[in-house]
């Protein structure tokens, strides 16, 4: 039977498996620690491992592009599809070190019914890494996205696509109402983001939720497919 692993196991295994394979120039970790303390660099470290991690889950034994820059996004991280390239940005990081309160991950039933998951640094890490690895996914191996317009035969799943949805909707308005650029709007909301953005949450509650998964388990979240969904 494959062994499954709760959210501190999954992260300690990931972190002694790749040996910190996000960054390979420790001197530079180094420097990061002593500019901005050992917390970000901590955090730094974390997501671009586990980047690096998901990636080979995705693709097998390919290398991994991650550039880590101080200020380069208003994200802690990214993908850019241009440079087929990973970004872990350092003042981001800074900033998430500082938060006590990361908020909750909405779970589903089958028959609709929710409740509230608490979401700590790693799985909220954990869930960023996937979401950009995601991203990769779509432009590399062109996987089927899903949408707020496609249900599946899953009716659990369901639940999770009309609940960002519904987010997705309630964002866009309130964004509008804040006169926020068009552009930006139509970036953040995309549908590339909406596919991820469902991806990343699927798996936090799945993660938090059960307490434990396999990696082929988090393997199939992250290739996760509405058409294979809708043929079971």
Not at 41 to 50: G, H, L, M
Not at 180 to 203: C, G, L, Q, T
Not at 209 to 219: P, Q, V
Request: charged fraction near 30%; glycine fraction near 6%.
């Amino acid at each position: 039977m494959e062994k499954e692993y709760g959210v501190e196991e999954l992260i300690a295994h990931v972190l002694n498996l790749m040996g910190g394979q996000g960054i390979s120039d420790n001197d530079y970790v180094q420097k990061i620690g002593d500019e901005y303390g050992s917390a970000v660099s901590r955090i730094v470290i974390c997501i671009s491992t586990f980047i690096a991690f998901f990636n080979y889950l995705a693709f097998g034994d390919e290398d991994v592009n991650i550039g880590i820059f101080k200020n380069h996004s208003s994200f802690i991280a990214a993908y850019d599809p241009r440079r087929d390239r990973y970004s872990v940005i350092i003042s981001n990081a800074e900033k998430l070190a500082k938060e006590r309160y990361l908020g909750y991950v909405t779970d589903f039933n089958e028959d609709g019914s929710f409740h509230e998951l608490f979401q700590g640094v790693g799985p909220f890490l954990l869930s960023i890494a996937l979401h950009e690895v995601r991203h990769r996914l779509q432009k590399k191996k062109r996987v089927k996205m899903f949408s707020c317009n496609r249900i599946t035969r899953d009716k659990r799943i369901n639940h999770f696509i009309k609940f960002r949805k519904y987010l997705y909707a309630y964002e866009k308005k309130t964004c509008r109402e804040g006169h926020v650029w068009k552009k930006i709007i139509e970036s953040r909301y995309s549908p590339k983001e909406f596919d991820a953005d469902f991806i990343d949450h699927y798996f936090s509650a799945e993660i938090i939720g059960r307490g434990r998964l396999s990696l082929s388990e988090i393997r199939t979240i992250l290739l996760l497919s509405p058409i294979r969904l809708f043929n079971e």
